[in-house]
C-alpha cells in the first residue's frame, strides 16, 4: 500500500512538473484542463507497478506512463465529441466548455503529444510501437460502439470484442509498457497483458452492474445511464440471452422506443426484468471468471511472489474486493 | 525529369500495395478514400528526392514517405470539418460524404497509421521525433488560422508565421526525413529543411495570388473563394498596407460584411482595388525572394551540383517556372 502511495505521489509531482501551458493558449488549454484533472491515474500506475515489479526504474517508466494517459485524455477529448457528453468525471466536456472544433484539434495535438512523450526513454521504439496498436484498436472499438447504436443484433461475443478494444487492450498495454521499460522478457511480457486484459474485461461488466446496481454517491453517476441511453451492455445481452420470447420482446420494445415510459418508470421495470432473470448473478460470475484468470495471469510471471504484492494489491483495491 | 517520373511510379506502385482495406470496413473506408485519391503526393515526393540525392535507398524512404502522406490526409480530414468544406479536390470531403463522428474517428487512425508507417525504416526514432514535432506545429498553425477568423487585426507577420506553421513546416520536414533516413549529416538536413519551409512559403503565397488570378479551368478551384469567405490572406494583407485611409475602409468594410454585396461584384470590386495597389506585384516579389531564399538553401548542401538536379527540377515544375 505504501508502495502504491508513493509511485502516486511520485507520479503527480512528475505530471505537475511537465509544461502544459504552451503557446497558443488556445489549442493547449483544454488539454491541460483535461490531463490535469485530479484522478486515480489508473493507465499511469499499471505502468508503474509492472516497471517496479521488475525492478525497473521510475525515471524510465515516467514518460510512458505520461504518454498512456495523455493517449487515453485523447480518447476522452474525442469520444465526448461522438457522444455528445456534456460531462466528465463532473465537470464539463471539452467540446461543451469550448467548442466542437477546438476540441477536434486539442484532441489531435494531445495524441501528438502522447507521441512525443512516448519516446522519451530508453526503449523507445518498442514503446511507440505499442502505442501504435493500442490506439489504432481503441479506434476500432469506439467504431463497433458507434455501429452498435443502429445495429439491431448485437451478440455478446461482438460485445466482448468491444469492450475489449475500447478498455481492456489499454490496461493491457500500459502494464506491458512498464515491463518493457524493465527489461522484462517477452513470455513476462505477455503474462503482464494477459493479465491487464483479464482486468479490463472484468472492470467493464463490473462498470455495466454498477450502472443498475449502485448509488449516485458511491458510484458518481446517475443508477440507470445506461439503461435510460438504451446501451446494449452486457446487463441487456445477458438478459435477452436468459429471458422468455414474451420477456425479450418487452425487453427490445423499451431499449428500441417502441415502448415509450418515462425515464424513472422504464429504468424500475427494467431492473425488475433483470432481477427476475438473475441477471446481476449471471454477469457477476463472468466478471468472477475474468478475475480469476487475471490472478492466473499474474501468477504465471516468472518472479518470486513478494514482487507481485503490490500490483496484486492494486488491482484486488480497484476492484473493490480489498474492502 | 526520368528520375522524378521514375520515383512517382515507384512510389505510386509501392502504395498500391499497402493495405488499407481493413476491419472494421467503417473506420478504415474513409481513410483509403483519402489517402488513396490520385495526387501529386508532394510530400512523398520531397522525401524520396531527398533521399535519392544523399544516395539513400529507396525502400528505406518509402514507408516514412508514405507517413507523411497520411499525416497529411489526418490533417486535411479533420481541417474539412472544421472548415465545414464540402469538397477537397473535386470530391465529397470525407464528414460530408459520411458524417462528422466518422471524420473524427477515421482522422485520428489514420494519424495512428501515419505513426505506425513512419516506424517502419532503420531510424525509426529521428523520423517519429520529427514527426511529433511538425505535428504539433500543424496544430498550432490550423490553431492560429482558427483564432484569424475573428481575430480583426491580423499583421502579415502573424500571418507569413501562420502559414509556416500549417503549411511550410510540413515540406521541410518530409525533406529533412528523406535527408535522415539517407544518413546525411545534421547541416545538410537544415539546409534542406530551410529549402522546404522557403519553398512553402512561396507555394502558399503563390496560392493567394492564384485565387484573384486564374482561371477555374487551370486551377481547379473558383477565383476569388478567398475573397467571399473573407479570407485574411496575403492578398488582402498587403492590399491593407498600401491603401489609402479611405480605400482601407473600403476594403474592411467588403471583408467585415458592413459593405454588402453579391459575390462576384464583391470579388470583382476587391480584385479592383487590389488592380489599383499594384499587390499581385507586391505579393509576387515576396514569392520571389522565397524562391530565392529556397534556391540558396539549396545550392549550400554539400554535394556536387548533379546530385542536386533532380529536385531542382522538381521545385521549378512546382513553381510553374519550368514553363
Redesign the interface.
Known amino acids: 500500500m505504501e508502495k502504491i502511495q508513493q509511485l502516486k505521489e511520485r507520479f503527480d509531482a512528475f505530471m505537475n512538473g511537465v509544461d502544459f501551458n504552451r503557446?497558443?493558449n488556445?489549442?493547449y488549454d483544454p488539454i491541460a484542463y483535461t490531463v490535469l484533472q485530479k484522478g486515480k491515474r489508473l493507465r499511469p500506475m499499471l505502468c508503474l507497478l509492472a516497471c517496479d515489479m521488475f525492478g525497473g526504474e521510475f525515471h524510465e517508466a515516467k514518460y510512458p506512463a505520461l504518454a498512456l494517459e495523455t493517449a487515453h485524455n485523447f480518447t476522452l477529448i474525442?469520444d465526448d465529441?461522438?457522444d455528445q457528453a456534456p460531462l466528465r468525471r463532473g465537470k464539463e466536456t471539452v467540446y461543451k466548455k469550448w467548442n466542437?472544433?477546438q476540441a477536434?484539434?486539442s484532441?489531435?495535438?494531445a495524441?501528438?503529444?502522447a507521441?512525443?512523450f512516448a519516446?522519451r526513454t530508453h526503449r523507445?521504439?518498442e514503446v511507440?510501437?505499442l502505442?501504435?496498436q493500442v490506439?489504432?484498436e481503441i479506434?476500432?472499438g469506439?467504431?463497433?460502439d458507434?455501429?452498435f447504436e443502429t445495429q439491431t443484433e448485437v451478440t455478446i461475443p461482438e460485445y466482448l470484442e468491444m469492450i475489449r478494444l475500447k478498455t481492456a487492450v489499454l490496461l493491457a498495454t500500459s502494464l506491458q509498457i512498464g515491463a518493457v521499460v524493465a527489461n522484462a522478457d517477452e513470455e513476462d511480457q505477455k503474462f503482464l497483458y494477459d493479465f491487464g486484459l483479464a482486468l479490463g474485461m472484468a472492470f467493464q461488466l463490473q462498470d455495466d452492474i454498477l450502472d443498475c446496481y449502485s448509488d449516485v454517491a458511491v458510484f458518481g453517476k446517475v443508477t440507470g445511464g445506461d439503461i435510460v441511453e438504451n446501451k446494449k451492455t452486457m446487463m441487456y445481452l445477458k438478459a435477452l440471452e436468459l429471458a422468455s420470447p414474451e420477456q425479450r420482446s418487452r425487453l427490445s420494445g423499451l431499449f428500441s422506443g417502441a415502448i415509450v415510459l418515462n425515464p424513472q418508470r422504464k429504468i424500475d421495470e427494467v431492473i425488475a426484468l433483470y432481477d427476475e432473470l438473475c441477471v446481476k448473478e449471471a454477469v457477476e460470475s463472468q466478471m468472477t471468471d475474468y478475475f480469476h484468470q487475471a490472478k492466473v495471469c499474474l501468477d504465471a510471471v516468472k518472479l518470486p511472489d513478494d514482487r507481485k504484492v503490490h500490483l496484486r494489491h492494486y488491482a484486488d483495491l480497484l476492484s473493490g474486493r480489498d474492502k
Chains 1, 2 share one sequence.
Open positions: 503557446v497558443p488556445a489549442l474525442h465529441i461522438m466542437t472544433n477536434i484539434l484532441g489531435d495535438a495524441l501528438v503529444m507521441y512525443d519516446t523507445p521504439v511507440v510501437s502505442l501504435n490506439l489504432l479506434c476500432e469506439q467504431q463497433y458507434m455501429d
